[in-house]
């Protein structure tokens, strides 16, 4: 069975420095993984994803993500937090077997705040 | 492109009661899967439908139940309500060669 561990409840940070979400997972074959933003009393917001090919990917907001096999990580990054970012943030993975129904698998979110 | 939408964004049901939420899929997306987020937990999947038929489920019981119909839009229905069932209801669509999901804005159910 797969599953995604978010290992903080929440990260605070000062505006301008940078932040790092941890995520850590477990499928049994290649994984593909994702991160999500939501903001209070609104569904998932689509940041980044991980399919296949470089290890460092680059999604909205100025966000991005280092995908480690042999950690079996996929921390999310921003080189200057902004108080904007302030929201919760999920992890998920699917696995890429074709023969399963292609849910996903969430953390159960990290609370980001960043502050001036 | 539209996004995916979901109707009604909130609604108070009581204990005993059926419940029907509404998902219009994003043009283009011919799966849709349906989430519950209960406050302070990350979402857990409860089933998805391809070509309207059911081609997967999480750990819900029977008393949730869907429907996909031909032009990709869904309907979760929730019988007998409980107060466990007072969620986030999450939609979301994805299509071939689209690896990515994309999330609707949820129905927020509260059951008293």
């Known amino acids: 069975a797969q599953s995604v561990a978010q290992p903080e409840d929440q990260v605070n940070v000062a505006e301008g420095n940078p932040l790092t979400v941890k995520c850590t997972y477990s499928?049994?074959?290649?994984?593909?993984l994702f991160w999500y933003v939501q903001y209070p009393n609104r569904g998932l917001q689509f940041l980044l994803k991980y399919i296949t090919g470089d290890n460092l990917v680059k999604g909205s907001y100025g966000f991005e993500a280092e995908f480690n096999k042999s950690q079996t990580s996929f921390h999310l990054k921003k080189p200057s937090a902004l108080v904007s970012d302030s929201a919760l943030y999920f992890c998920?993975?699917?696995?890429?077997?074709?023969?399963?129904?292609?849910?996903?698998?969430f953390g159960t979110g990290t609370r980001l705040q960043v502050t001036l | 492109e539209t996004g995916v939408t979901q109707s009604p964004t909130h609604l108070i049901k009581t204990r005993g009661q059926q419940v029907t939420l509404r998902c219009s899929s994003q043009s283009g997306h011919n799966t849709v899967s349906w989430y519950q987020q209960a406050l302070g937990q990350g979402p857990q999947f409860i089933f998805q439908?391809?070509?309207?038929?059911?081609?997967g489920r999480g750990n819900f019981p029977p008393r949730f139940s869907g429907l996909q119909f031909p032009n990709y839009s869904s309907e979760l229905n929730v019988n007998a309500l409980e107060l466990d069932d007072s969620a986030l209801y999450l939609c979301a669509s994805t299509g071939q060669g689209y690896y990515g999901y994309t999330f609707g804005s949820g129905t927020r159910l509260t059951v008293v």
């Open positions: 998920a993975v699917r696995d890429n077997d074709t023969g399963t129904a292609s849910k996903l698998t």
């Open positions: 499928v049994s074959g290649n994984p593909y």
């Open positions: 439908y391809y070509r309207e038929e059911e081609n």
